[in-house]
């Protein structure tokens, strides 16, 4: 409960815990409330204030250039994936993708070396990243290939369990395939 109160001749905004129990006679009846409060302020304002900061970070993480998700768990569960994730190397929205697993929205991963990444991330705490790497990804019914740098990092929680892997992905494919491109020319002409 949100309370005013003066202290020190300064208006503070206060927050209590309040407590109404009643007090009865021998015959039950009613006659008295007893009102235990105890002020939780503090406890009120730390919680504001990790709200606020998980919020900045979000904003910041969903504002980013760089593609990053996070997959959350042994079935690395969907759980953030910001704007250029999702528009630029998924090519798919929100909906389609936050709170399932990474293999249900792209089963075509199954097949290739990432999940078992994912899985040495989270039981080994270990940081993978790997440049160039090519990934065949489903994009609007189409099997197209892509070129990627990224890195998977373990998020640990403050038990120093890891919980998390965090994905940064960077589209390479037209630099890969401009200078593939220029080696073949280069070795047609000599």
Not at 38 to 58: C, G, I, N, P, W
């Amino acid at each position: 409960m949100l309370v005013n109160l003066n202290r020190y001749d300064k208006t503070e905004e206060c927050y209590f815990n309040i407590v109404f129990h009643p007090l009865r006679e021998e015959n039950n009846e009613v006659s008295d409330v007893i009102v235990v409060g105890y002020e939780v302020t503090e406890s009120v304002r730390s919680k504001y204030l990790l709200a606020e900061q998980e919020k900045a970070f979000r904003n910041l993480v969903m504002q980013s250039p760089i593609a990053m998700t996070f997959l959350k768990g042994k079935d690395h569960i969907i759980e953030l994936a910001n704007t250029t994730m999702l528009n630029d190397i998924w090519q798919k929205t929100e909906s389609e993708t936050i709170g399932k697993p990474i293999l249900e929205v792209f089963p075509e991963l199954l097949d290739q070396k990432y999940p078992q990444l994912l899985r040495e991330v989270l039981v080994n705490g270990k940081i993978i990243r790997e440049n160039e790497s090519m990934a065949y990804i489903d994009i609007k019914g189409k099997l197209e290939k892509f070129y990627l740098d990224y890195q998977y990092t373990p998020l640990y929680e403050s038990d120093g369990e890891i919980s998390a892997v965090m994905v940064t992905v960077n589209n390479v494919t037209e630099k890969v395939e401009a200078r593939k491109k220029w080696k073949r020319q280069k070795n047609e002409f000599g």
